[in-house]
């Protein structure tokens, strides 16, 4: 992030850009293109080798398996190895984002999430004039983040819980 990033603001891409490789746990040879989002749009995965092009949100709620990487599943769409594209993202504040794959795994690179972060730098960061949380207005015109949910994974005997900033 630059010196100018605000961090109270949501971001997406200036321009497309893709990435291609192989799924190292498919063996699928993948295209990936990052694609700029309106606000509010979140980050989301298309599966653009399916009918109808589906749609997968990146959400812990739909987190399916973490055996062997992150995988993402959603009325029966699979997105796997999903974990160094979003580290990429949310490290270079991307809020807003829709991945197309036309595969069923994001490409593994290198194995880390640089290739991804210097894809996203090469595409660049946009801000949107829409602030981080979803605000809603109050009294007196101040602004306030909207409480939206806590987050939480549960394996056996391990747990991590993501709690809504105040």
């Not at 295209?31 to 997968?56: C, E, S, Y």
């Not at 062997?68 to 949310?90: C, P, Q």
Request: one cysteine or more; a negative charge; glycine letters at 12%.
């Amino acid at each position: 992030m630059t010196a100018g990033f605000n961090p109270d603001r949501q971001h997406t891409l200036q321009s497309e850009a893709s990435i291609s490789g192989t799924g190292i746990h498919t063996g699928v040879q993948v295209n990936m293109i990052l694609k700029p989002a309106a606000p509010n749009f979140g980050i989301q995965f298309q599966r653009t080798d399916l009918p109808g092009h589906p749609v997968i949100k990146a959400d812990c709620d739909l987190v399916t398996d973490t055996s062997r990487g992150t995988t993402l599943e959603s009325n029966g769409m699979k997105i796997n190895t999903v974990e160094h594209v979003l580290a990429a993202l949310v490290g270079m504040g991307i809020d807003n984002v829709l991945i197309s794959l036309n595969g069923p795994e994001v490409p593994i690179m290198d194995g880390s999430s640089e290739p991804f972060i210097e894809l996203i730098d090469k595409a660049g960061v946009d801000e949107q004039a829409v602030l981080v949380g979803n605000p809603v207005a109050v009294a007196g015109g101040q602004l306030h983040e909207q409480v939206v949910r806590v987050l939480a994974i549960d394996q056996g005997s391990h747990a991590i819980r993501g709690f809504p900033g105040l």
